[in-house]
């Protein structure tokens, strides 16, 4: 059995999560500044787009990171504020209206409740979210997250890497970049942004390792039955 916890309004840890730092800047922006502004293809216009690289800080797509591959940014160049936008709608925080994105009265609500607006992301980006639009391949993600969750809450515990995950869940090898992506996209990348799992990138000029592990976030809003084999953790 997976349980989630509601988080403190108040909890520090509620920090690591960039998902809620970028839905409480979008929409609490909403509300200083009125809608946003939406393209034929109704994606976020190139203004906001700016801001948002500017303001989120969000890890490995800062803007200079982001302005390193692209001269100027659209919502495609942006992979977390294409989530972002997507789930918003989905959980209704904000809507589509006549050219322009919206914030909602369940959105003005959450805004002033971080650690509901946390669990209401979470649930639209683990559970109700198509990540396959999001991924080279399409696959969709089978599976139970009950299984997902409890592996990585016993494997992250130390320390993870996406090819042990891919190994670990679909016996995948090293070729079979289908099953990292799929392990990437639609698992382990969504729990990071949601402050669950710290990923740190090893590798020059590009990153060839990512190690996963568990933040403070994790054990205050999981808990989990394989929570009573975890190994211990030596600290130095």
């Known amino acids: 059995m997976i349980e989630f916890v509601a988080p403190a309004h108040e909890d520090s840890a509620l920090a690591q999560s960039p998902l809620l730092r970028g839905a409480l800047l979008t929409l609490g922006y909403i509300v200083e500044h009125g809608p946003i502004g939406l393209t034929q293809s109704k994606a976020l216009k190139r203004y906001f787009v700016t801001w948002a690289a500017e303001t989120f800080d969000w890890p ?8 390193g591959v692209n001269k100027v940014l659209n919502e495609q160049d942006f992979p977390p504020l294409m989530v972002l936008h997507d789930l918003l709608v989905s959980a209704k ?3 589509h209206r006549k050219g322009f994105l ?3 009265k369940m959105g003005k609500d959450l805004l002033q409740h971080p650690g509901n607006l946390w669990i209401a992301l979470a ?3 683990l559970f109700v979210l198509d990540h396959s639009r999001y991924t080279r ?7 139970d997250w009950l299984l997902f969750l409890n592996i990585i809450n016993v494997e992250a515990h130390t320390g993870l890497t996406y090819e042990r995950f891919a190994e670990v869940l ?3 090898g090293p070729e079979d970049h289908w099953a990292y992506a799929l392990a990437y996209i639609h698992i382990l990348r969504p729990l990071c942004w949601l402050g669950l799992l710290d990923e740190t990138r090893h590798g020059e000029p590009y990153p060839t390792e990512k190690l996963f592990t568990k933040t ?4 205050r809003v999981i808990q989990a039955e394989s929570d009573k084999v975890l190994p211990d953790v030596t600290r130095h």
């Open 216 to 219: 403070a976030l994790w054990p």
């Open 137 to 143: 391949y399409g696959d969709e993600l089978a599976g």
């Open 170 to 172: 679909f016996g995948a």
């Open 123 to 125: 649930h639209h980006i």
């Open 102 to 104: 919206h914030i909602t």
């Open 60 to 67: 490995y797509y800062t803007a200079d990171d982001l302005y």
């Open 93 to 95: 925080l904000a809507q």
